[in-house]
């Protein structure tokens, strides 16, 4: 059965950094890009950043940018999100989801989550001010 684990959430203190790890095990028919979302508590979840499998094109949320990367090893297929500089309103659980074909002509990145397929159970990261 094919799912997307996360990994590497945790309490982190203010100005702090963590890596999150999503691995896509199993049998994925094809992934055309892999994003990661979050949810905070009693919020909507928030588009964070977005990788194409492919080429490795990436765009991130602007709340985010200059903060945050995500990067992939399809060797591994693994997608990351490297966290620095965190703050105590980046405590949320942290969501990775997989789309697995190109649905918009035109479009490259897509933000919303029900534009993807398949999602993990997610990792909570808490970070103390």
């Known amino acids: 059965q094919a799912q997307l684990v996360e990994s590497g959430g945790g309490l982190v203190q203010a100005g702090g950094s963590l890596k999150l790890s999503c691995v896509a095990s199993?049998?994925?028919?094809?992934?055309?890009?892999m994003a990661w979302f979050r949810q905070a508590p009693g919020k909507e979840r928030e588009f964070l950043a977005t990788i194409i499998w492919a080429d490795g094109g990436t765009y991130l949320a602007d709340s985010v940018k200059g903060r945050f990367t995500i990067s992939r090893d399809n060797a591994k297929n693994t997608v990351y999100l490297q966290m620095n500089s965190l703050k105590h309103e980046d405590t949320a659980v942290y969501y990775c989801?997989?789309?697995?074909?190109?649905?918009?002509?035109?479009?490259?990145?897509?933000?919303?989550?029900?534009?993807?397929?398949?999602w993990g159970q997610g990792t909570r990261v808490t970070v103390s001010s």
């Open positions: 989801a997989i789309k697995r074909s190109r649905t918009h002509i035109g479009v490259n990145y897509y933000v919303y989550d029900y534009e993807y397929d398949n």
């Open positions: 199993g049998h994925f028919t094809s992934t055309y890009a």
